[in-house]
């Protein structure tokens, strides 16, 4: 079973409109974090925003923020203001427990931002 | 800082031939791991290792071997080359500790197996 699902392969959002992209995932462990990435055009992977499991408030940071509602097992990225750079692939990705360096991923959104 | 640092970007080998993806950080970190990513899908752990001398399979790790004699490197070595493995390889690094940090990348080696 997937552990990590973006169901929306592709998103387009006008500039200075804000945009969610979905994401749920799925694990048993009780101690996890969820993460978003963004991959520009130029191929690197840029960390945006981190939720912990125990984190009692959404993440925020900037633009980004991270609606986080653990009973429905969501944990969705809202950017605010949107610019033509958010223009990019975006990935949801999980870690379970604290002593792993196992990261799974989302199959990714992609975002188009448009004048 | 450097950061994460991958060597080649772009490598073009042919079926069979093996060679070695190198991947170096002066983070200190004691996590290092690498992915591959294929269109359409995120990407998925090979191999990682949780500090030198130590490292374990992820994923997807047949047809691949790694390394950890030093905190900073972390290499992954393909040991004969199959098209199945043209993909985009990533190297990540991160500290440990109670909190859950972030990943931190290296720019990619895009890798075509003819």
């Known amino acids: 079973a997937q552990k990590i699902t973006q169901t929306q392969p592709g998103m387009f959002v006008q500039e200075k409109e804000a945009v969610t992209l979905d994401c749920t995932y799925d694990?048993?462990?009780?101690?996890?974090?969820l993460f978003w990435y963004k991959q520009p055009s130029s191929g690197e992977m840029i960390f945006l925003i981190y939720q912990g499991s125990y984190d009692q408030q959404n993440a925020t940071e900037g633009r980004y923020s991270l609606n986080f509602q653990k009973a429905r097992k969501s944990a969705n990225l809202v950017i605010s203001a949107s610019q033509l750079g958010d223009s990019a692939m975006y990935f949801c990705a999980m870690r379970e427990g604290y002593n792993t360096d196992k990261l799974i991923f989302g199959t990714g959104t992609r975002l188009q931002v448009f004048p | 800082n450097a950061g994460v640092t991958q060597t080649p970007k772009f490598q073009v080998l042919k079926t069979g031939q093996s060679m070695t993806l190198q991947c170096a950080q002066d983070m200190n970190h004691e996590y290092m791991s690498w992915y591959r990513q294929d269109p359409g899908m995120g990407l998925r752990l090979i191999h990682y290792?949780?500090?030198?001398?130590?490292?374990d399979q992820g994923e997807v790790p047949n047809g691949y071997n790694v390394s950890r004699s030093t905190t900073e490197d972390f290499p992954l070595r393909l040991l004969s080359a199959a098209p199945s493995q043209t993909s985009v390889y990533f190297c990540?690094?991160?500290?440990?500790?109670?909190?859950?940090?972030?990943?931190?990348f290296g720019q990619g080696t895009r890798l075509t197996v003819v």
């Open positions: 990540a690094s991160r500290k440990t500790g109670v909190s859950l940090t972030e990943a931190f």
């Open positions: 290792s949780v500090g030198a001398g130590i490292t």
């Open positions: 694990t048993s462990d009780p101690s996890y974090g």
